[in-house]
């Protein structure tokens, strides 16, 4: 009886320390979790802030997107060409209402043989510089900029670029609502100087800026940049018109800037008659702190 007994006070006791412990936990799980939830929102808000950014071509962030690009069928064998272009974007502060946005285009080139027996051409094309200066821009307001455009003549082989020098205006206009982003970026080169016995240059790019965002770290948008060879006599060798979609999934490595990835491709529904019909791409956007 007295064992029993102290079995039972035994129990008696440790039923209610234990109900108390469960009741704790509880408490201090709920109030993991409530200060937690504020963290996940400035997160999810941060990372939807930094997606607008990188629709955005003259935000003030720094980046060195990577773009990888086969475009297939191209040239007269119909071989892939492939294309690497190293694009890094550095906003420079003038003062409390203008930025000067510098951006340039590196590119890194295999073209395929233009005939029989004739080896792929690898090496360095053309860059391109832009500078936008663009305003402080408001809240909810018109996002522009408007500045110089600098063709170089770097290519190492003619058969990579156009072997001339080139300038001319560009300029970018962009309204950002909710998920979306809607706007144009436009550039306009003539040539100056360069090779005499080369084609002179008058070319029109146009990059639609459309892309939707489906979450605070995933896009989905427009692929492709049209453009206008006025040179050339015959309009339909005069445009290429693509039509492309991609998917960006944004990342936070640990330890590291955050890292925006891209997948896309498309089809040139117009285009001359050597140029590529299919392209696919690849890009990483390197972000870095301001």
Known sequence: ????????GMTGRLLPITATSRFVAASLAGCAALCAAPAVHAAAADDEELQKKLANPVADLITVPIQYSANLNTGPLDKTQHT????????LKLNQEWSLINRAIVPILSNPALA???????G????LYQGFFSPTAKP??????????????????????????????TAVALKQEGPWSIGLLATQLWSF?????????NQLQLQPILSYRLSPKNTIG????????????????RWTVPLGVTYSILTRPKGMQPVNFVFGGGYNVIRPD????????????FIFPK
């Open 222 to 237: 427009y692929a492709g940049i049209v453009t206008a060879n006025w040179k050339e006599d015959r309009s339909s060798q």
């Open 193 to 201: 100087a360069g090779d005499g016995d080369r084609q002179s240059v």
């Open 124 to 127: 360095l094309g053309d860059i």
């Open 1 to 8: 009886m007295e064992n029993a007994t102290r079995r039972a």
């Open 274 to 285: 050597d140029a590529s019909n299919w392209f696919v791409r690849f890009q990483v956007n």
């Open 84 to 91: 690497l272009n190293i694009q890094p974007v550095y906003p």
């Open 140 to 169: 909810g307001g018109l996002i522009w900029g408007v500045g110089p455009a600098l063709q170089l003549k770097t290519a190492t082989d003619e058969r990579l670029g156009s072997g001339k020098w080139a300038i001319g205006p």
């Open 116 to 122: 029989s027996g004739q080896d792929r051409e690898n």
